[in-house]
C-alpha cells in the first residue's frame, strides 16, 4: 500500500483544514488507518485512527472535541478535518496503515510522506 498525503498548509489559530490520505496499490479496506503528527524537535505522536468499517475511532486527548477522521473505502482515501487549530498543532502530519488498532507508531506497517500544517498565532 502507498500512501499519499495532501492537504497541508499555513492557517491562523481558530482555523480549519482538512488533510487527505489517498492509497494504491492496494485497497486498504482491511486495515486501520491513523494520522500522526511530528513537531520539529518532537517525537512522532498519534493523533487519531479509525477501523477499517470506519466506526470505531480514536483521539489523542489533545485534539479530541476539534479532529474528526473519517474515511472511504470505496475510494481509497481517509480524511482528518481540523477545527479550533492552535499553534502547538504546527507540525508535519502523516497517514500510516496498520493491521490492527494501536496508537503505536512502531505498528504501523504503511506510512505517507507527510504534510506541513502551519497553525501562526
Known amino acids: 500500500v502507498q500512501l499519499q498525503a495532501s492537504g497541508g498548509g499555513l492557517v491562523q489559530a481558530g482555523g480549519s483544514l482538512t488533510l487527505s490520505c489517498a492509497a494504491s496499490g492496494r485497497s486498504f479496506s482491511g486495515y486501520v488507518t491513523a494520522w500522526f503528527r511530528q513537531a520539529p524537535g518532537k517525537e512522532r505522536e498519534f493523533v487519531a485512527n479509525i477501523g477499517w468499517s470506519g466506526v470505531g475511532r480514536f483521539y489523542a486527548d489533545s485534539v479530541k472535541g476539534r479532529f474528526t477522521i473519517s474515511r472511504d473505502n470505496a475510494k481509497n482515501t481517509v480524511s482528518l478535518q481540523m477545527n479550533s487549530l492552535k499553534p502547538e498543532d504546527t507540525a508535519v502530519y502523516y497517514c500510516?496503515?496498520?493491521?490492527?488498532?494501536?496508537?503505536?507508531?512502531?505498528?504501523?506497517?504503511?506510512w505517507g510522506q507527510g504534510t506541513l500544517v502551519t497553525v501562526s498565532s
Open positions: 500510516a496503515a496498520a493491521l490492527r488498532l494501536t496508537t503505536q507508531p512502531g505498528l504501523y506497517d504503511y
